[in-house]
């Protein structure tokens, strides 16, 4: 069987990346779009409702368009944009947490989490969910980006020379300092925190890759846990996935004297999670691809969960 997908946004960061990938594979046909036409509303439309599968790599705006432009019942969409990832009638493409796995592969409508929100959901639900860290805990994260995760016209602004030296681009960026990162929302909609996450992300200058890094502190958590103990936890709910690789405990030999190398996961779509710590102190971080587990990878592995085919088919581990 020959599975017809349409690449809505196939010339952007993200479609880019899907359609290189998906060329290479024997059981997919891609549908094609006039350049031309490509925000054109009525040429869309027929490739969108001859697909089996749409993927959706637009702005959210244009996202929620495109979904409306699906008349046919038969056709499944995959939305790679913040539009639908908490809307009730679409499934949270994270198949690594309680039972979206099977959600996934039964889904007309799955939207892929939000680069930044992956990290801290895959750090925490499995802890919230063993009572390890209560629901109502006052969450902080920081997440460090590369910047091709702000699509194409944040790639050019950081690959212009000359914009790049009159714009200081050579120096990290906080960003969102009001705390109100697009992400927030699917983040406590996903790991059940009673409170929003005070969520800090930085951008910074090479292109790809992305690290989350969360304290918690043992003195404020019901059962007194060790690092040890989420470490644990951690590697055990997370044994027999695919992706997710918890890294030994306090991983010192991991880093390169002292310092995390946040890009060694770029081009698979895996996630290396740690935990770091000593007395009161934990550190959880994940490190993963942007445009791998954070974007395009995750994309990809949905599809294949609702193809019902090998998770891995056409991805890196
Ligand atoms: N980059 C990343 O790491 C990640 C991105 N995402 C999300 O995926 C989506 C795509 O992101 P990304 O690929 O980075 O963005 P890009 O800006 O690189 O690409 C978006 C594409 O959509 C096209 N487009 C814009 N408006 C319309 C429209 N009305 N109709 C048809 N096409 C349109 C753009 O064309 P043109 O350039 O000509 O305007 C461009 O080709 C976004 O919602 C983003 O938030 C999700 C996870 C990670
Ligand atoms: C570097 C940078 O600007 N990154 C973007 C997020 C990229 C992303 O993937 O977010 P969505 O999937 O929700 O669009 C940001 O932090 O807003």
């Known amino acids: 069987m020959r599975y017809k997908v349409f690449i809505d946004g196939q010339e952007g960061t993200t479609g880019l990346k899907l359609q290189d990938a998906l060329a290479q594979r024997s059981d997919i046909e891609l549908l094609p779009i006039d350049s031309s036409k490509r925000k054109d509303k009525e040429a869309r439309k027929k490739p969108l409702n001859e697909a089996d599968i749409v993927f959706l790599c637009l702005p959210d705006e244009a996202a929620r368009e495109s979904a409306l432009l699906v008349t046919n019942p038969n056709t499944r969409i995959i939305d790679t944009s913040t539009a639908f990832r908490s809307d009730e009638n679409w499934v949270y493409g994270l198949p690594e947490i309680d039972l979206q ?15 930044h929100a992956t990290g801290l959901i895959l750090s925490l639900r499995p802890l919230i969910d063993a009572g390890i860290v209560p629901r109502d805990y006052p969450v902080t994260c920081t997440s460090i980006t590369g910047y091709s995760g702000a699509g194409r ?3 050019e602004e950081y690959e212009n020379p000359a914009l790049a030296v009159a714009k200081q681009l ?5 960003y969102s300092l009001q705390r109100n990162h697009k992400h927030i929302p699917e983040m406590q909609l996903l790991t059940g925190l009673e409170y929003e996450p005070s969520f800090t992300p930085v951008k910074a200058s090479f292109k790809q890759g992305i690290a989350t890094s969360i304290p918690l502190f043992s003195r404020l958590l019901p059962r007194d846990s060790s690092a040890q103990e989420i470490h644990e936890v951690l590697s055990v709910y997370y044994e027999s996935e695919p992706f997710v690789r918890v890294m030994p405990y306090d991983s010192q030999p991991y880093l ?3 310092h995390f190398l946040l890009t060694a996961c770029n081009n698979t779509n895996r996630l290396d999670l740690f ?4 007395d009161d102190k ?24 609702m193809l019902g085919c090998d998770e891995r088919y056409s991805l890196q581990v």
Do not use: W
């Not at 796995?101 to 889904?107: C, D, G, L, M, Y």
């Not at 050579?170 to 906080?174: C, D, I, K, L, M």
């Not at 935990?275 to 000593?278: A, E, I, S, W």
């Not at 934990?282 to 969960?305: E, P, T, V």
């Open 101 to 115: 796995r099977e959600r996934i592969h039964s889904a007309t409508r799955v939207s892929v989490p939000g680069c």
């Open 153 to 155: 016209n944040g790639i």
């Open 170 to 174: 050579n120096v990290p960026r906080h």
């Open 256 to 258: 390169d004297d002292g």
């Open 275 to 278: 935990v770091f710590g000593h």
């Open 282 to 305: 934990i550190n959880i971080m994940a490190r993963y691809d942007n445009l791998g587990k954070g974007a395009s990878g995750a994309a990809i592995q949905n599809l294949n969960l």
